[in-house]
């Protein structure tokens, strides 16, 4: 099974990407920036149970937090969470084989995950990993908000919390002095920093001289991924290399590239794979553990028990085949032609991440 292919086709709107030039698909067909229709959704299980055993852990920077490869990352539907009974057996899945680090949204992009998590993870929440984007909401206080996620997870401390604010303007800066004394008094283990704009990245490295946070978390995958030689990433120098000279951790998300896009890389995966069964998240997630950057975790969004299996899987194989390696490079091509259509103003964003580079669908360089 091809990685999100739960999702009937068309699912995205008219997206078919076919042997049509740019110039054909600009005016032929309709692109829409669609999230998939859960109401298709399969929770049937194709995929084999990985063999391998549990993922080893390793560090988040120099924190001494232990977590597995591959996290339970949290941008996902609302409505994905209405399926209680799959959602739940999926998360004690991944945590048997491994996973133990689970990122949790609360209000953002009105997703509300505090509390269906927290009664999932009950049976075992004192031992993973917890996550949060510290996001105040209905006139609560940081201080409110952070005891309303201790009560609903069940916990008496937050391992990982983050905020964004990079100068004294910026509506969020006040979390930053709130969150490090909420760390020194032992309820947070670790405080973190999200990256949204390549220009973020030196305002990342002034920033640590006033708040050293612990770890950042920035959108990395086979097309966004800023350094791009035509063939591979590099190594993301030099914010990366200052960075873990301090020991700072390194956790990178969308490796996918979005949920907007997935939609159209599995149909043209399903019209370039040659071989019929290359699965396109498999060769995304290969892509990571080879492209150089080596980051401490990952964190994905995971569908069904299949993508739980699948992701796993890969950390037991993770070297890239040369048909998943030709199938990326024909995908980085076709997707700078559609991904200013399907990308809707809140993640345009993740254009800045990506290779300068002019094509058509068919990976024809356009002149």
Same mark, same amino acid.
């Given at each position: ?172 800066? #006040? ?5 490090? +004394? *909420?760390? !020194? @008094? /032992?309820?947070?283990?670790? %405080?973190?920093? $999200? ?39 590099? #190594? ?5 290399? +200052? *960075?873990? !000279? @301090? /020991?700072?951790?390194?956790? %990178?998300?969308? $490796? ?112």
């Amino acid at each position: 099974m091809k990685r999100r292919s739960f999702i009937k086709k068309g699912a995205l709107g008219t997206i078919t990407l076919g042997t049509l030039g740019c110039s054909a698909l600009r005016t032929k067909y309709k692109l829409e920036q669609k999230l998939p229709d859960l109401s298709d959704l399969s929770f049937e299980v194709t995929m084999p149970k990985p063999s391998g055993g549990t993922m080893p852990y390793g560090e988040i920077g120099s924190t001494g937090i232990k977590v597995s490869k591959f996290a339970f990352g949290s941008h996902i539907s609302q409505s994905l969470l209405t399926y209680e009974k799959e959602r739940q057996v999926m998360i004690r899945e991944a945590y048997e084989l491994g996973i133990n680090f689970f990122d949790i949204y609360e209000k953002r992009w009105n997703i509300f995950q505090y509390e269906p998590m927290g009664r999932h993870l009950s049976p075992f929440i004192k031992d993973v990993v917890i996550s949060i984007f510290m996001d105040p909401y209905d006139g609560r206080t940081v201080e409110q908000e952070f005891e309303r996620a201790l009560k609903l997870l069940g916990r008496d401390y937050i391992d990982m919390v983050r905020t964004q604010a990079f100068s004294p303007e910026d509506s969020y800066w #006040n979390h930053w002095e709130i969150l490090f +004394k *909420l760390k !020194e @008094k /032992g309820y947070i283990r670790a %405080v973190g920093m $999200p990256l949204h704009f390549t220009e973020e990245i030196p305002k990342t490295l002034a920033l640590y001289e006033t708040y050293p946070f612990d770890y950042v978390i920035f959108p990395y995958n086979f097309y966004h991924n800023v350094i791009w030689d035509g063939r591979r990433g590099v #190594n993301f120098d030099p914010m990366v290399k +200052k *960075l873990r !000279e @301090k /020991g700072v951790g390194i956790i %990178v998300m969308k $490796p996918m590239g979005s949920d907007h896009l997935i939609r159209s890389f599995i149909n043209a995966t399903e019209k370039l794979d040659e071989t019929g069964e290359i699965s396109f998240g498999s060769a995304a997630l290969k892509y990571i553990f080879n492209s150089g950057l080596n980051p401490d975790t990952t964190l994905n969004g995971m569908y069904t028990l299949d993508h739980v299996y699948e992701n796993i899987a890969v950390y037991f194989n993770p070297l890239m085949t040369p048909e998943e390696e030709k199938l990326l490079e024909k995908l980085r091509k076709r997707t700078k032609v559609v991904e200013n259509y399907l990308l809707p103003e809140h993640y345009k964003f993740l254009r800045q991440w990506a290779p300068d580079y002019n094509g058509d669908l068919n990976g024809n360089i356009l002149t």
